[in-house]
């Protein structure tokens, strides 16, 4: 009997591995899912985000900006941030639009050709200059 146990155990133990590790013919393999990127992680917008020819990009707490607009051009804005941020003209009232996380809004600039210097309300260290002509 201690002969056929001794011999009976290794065939178990193999069995037991190829089923844990075997292949059924039609399994797939489940990866766990890509990690998501958080605002500690985001990389500073002149590093990591891009900006289109009449786009604005909110990225790590951080505004890229077109190097010129046309004076009165629709501007889109993209909140790739999970806070709330605006884009505000620092003087005149130029323009003042709240775009909460993860959203887009269109922006109409100023007819006149110029430099309007805006910021963030919510973020005070956010600052950008948006140039019109």
Do not use: W
Not at 94 to 112: C, K, Q, R, S, W
Not at 121 to 129: A, E, I, K, L, R
């Amino acid at each position: 009997m201690k002969l056929s146990a001794a011999l009976l155990a290794p065939v178990v133990v193999a069995a037991c591995a190829l089923t844990a590790c075997g292949d059924d013919g039609g399994s797939t393999v489940d990866y766990a899912p890509a990690p998501t990127i958080t605002d500690a992680t985001k990389m500073p917008s002149s590093e990591g985000a891009v900006a289109g020819a009449n786009e604005i990009v909110i990225s790590g707490f951080a505004y890229t900006v077109p190097a010129t607009v046309a004076p009165g051009a629709q501007v889109t804005i993209r909140n790739t941030d999970t806070a709330e941020h605006t884009v505000t003209a620092d003087t005149g009232g130029a323009f003042d639009v709240e775009i909460e996380g993860g959203e887009t809004v269109t922006l109409t600039v100023p007819p006149t050709p110029g430099t309007y210097p805006f910021h963030c309300t919510y973020h005070p260290n956010m600052h950008g200059d948006l140039t019109v002509g």
